[in-house]
């Protein structure tokens, strides 16, 4: 494994969570792009509120009396993936943990929960899944192997890589289509104008380009001029 930190965090349960997210948050990479009314908006490559949630279910939710092994935060450019030792608990299954709640340690619980860091009883993952969604990203992934509950988080790298590679597969792109699809999928709220901006192009140019991705099937504007996103069209071979 080509690994470039590897930090060990002990304590108190209460310790090992604040540093845990303190670190990962240090290791996120943020986008910086020009929004609306000409101001950059910063976004981070992973929703805090997904990946903190992965971390402190661990946590919360890990079999303590297994021995030998500890919960392990790995991160990838493309992922995050949280392994904590245990099954899921009680009658929580893969199938139903959006809607079914069992806490294996209720006082490790009720203590996260006064320092805030459990704030919905019940309602974490799924709340989970709607922000997935609504960002436009794929689902968090669980996986129950041997002793051990996996859980990954995923960022745009992927869904940008797989959409512009079909479409390379398919169409033959300019280097300047290909730059705004790159772009587009990160912030598909992006303006012509500002996507010029980025790219150092003229307004005239970008808007050529994506007429002519408009035309090759590519890509459409889904809303308004001002308040609309744009959606990259998948295509197959």
């Given at each position: 494994m080509n690994v470039v930190k590897d930090k060990i965090f002990t304590g108190r349960i209460l310790d090992m969570v604040e540093k845990t997210l303190s670190f990962v948050?240090?290791?996120?990479?943020?986008?910086?792009?020009?929004?609306?009314?000409?101001k950059f908006v910063t976004t981070p490559e992973?929703?805090?509120f997904v990946w903190k949630e992965i971390i402190i279910n661990a946590a919360t939710h890990r079999d303590y009396s297994i021995k030998g092994t500890d919960i392990q935060v790995k991160m990838f450019d493309d992922r995050i993936v949280v392994?904590?030792?245990g099954n899921l608990p009680g009658i929580v299954r893969l199938n139903n943990m959006r809607q079914?709640?069992?806490?294996?340690?209720?006082?490790?619980?009720?203590?996260l929960h006064e320092y805030d860091y459990v704030q919905e009883f019940g309602e974490g993952v799924d709340r989970m899944y709607r922000e997935m969604e609504k960002a436009g990203l794929p689902a968090p992934?669980?996986?129950?192997?041997?002793?051990?509950?996996?859980?990954?988080i995923r960022n745009r790298i992927n869904v940008a890589e797989s959409v512009v590679d079909n479409v390379a597969d398919a169409i033959k792109l300019s280097s300047t289509e290909q730059a705004i699809l790159d772009h587009l999928q990160l912030s598909p709220e992006l303006?012509?104008?500002?996507?010029?901006?980025?790219?150092?192009?003229?307004s005239r140019t970008i808007q050529r380009n994506i007429n002519s991705l408009?035309?090759?099937?590519?890509?459409?504007?889904e809303g308004s001029d001002r308040r609309g996103r744009w959606i990259i069209l998948k295509q197959r071979r």
């Amino acid at each position: 494994m080509n690994v470039v930190k590897d930090k060990i965090f002990t304590g108190r349960i209460l310790d090992m969570v604040e540093k845990t997210l303190s670190f990962v948050r240090d290791q996120i990479k943020e986008h910086t792009y020009l929004g609306k009314e000409g101001k950059f908006v910063t976004t981070p490559e992973f929703l805090e509120f997904v990946w903190k949630e992965i971390i402190i279910n661990a946590a919360t939710h890990r079999d303590y009396s297994i021995k030998g092994t500890d919960i392990q935060v790995k991160m990838f450019d493309d992922r995050i993936v949280v392994e904590s030792p245990g099954n899921l608990p009680g009658i929580v299954r893969l199938n139903n943990m959006r809607q079914v709640h069992f806490s294996r340690n209720p006082k490790i619980a009720a203590f996260l929960h006064e320092y805030d860091y459990v704030q919905e009883f019940g309602e974490g993952v799924d709340r989970m899944y709607r922000e997935m969604e609504k960002a436009g990203l794929p689902a968090p992934e669980y996986k129950d192997v041997a002793f051990m509950l996996n859980a990954t988080i995923r960022n745009r790298i992927n869904v940008a890589e797989s959409v512009v590679d079909n479409v390379a597969d398919a169409i033959k792109l300019s280097s300047t289509e290909q730059a705004i699809l790159d772009h587009l999928q990160l912030s598909p709220e992006l303006s012509a104008k500002e996507l010029a901006a980025l790219l150092h192009k003229t307004s005239r140019t970008i808007q050529r380009n994506i007429n002519s991705l408009k035309e090759k099937g590519i890509l459409k504007r889904e809303g308004s001029d001002r308040r609309g996103r744009w959606i990259i069209l998948k295509q197959r071979r």
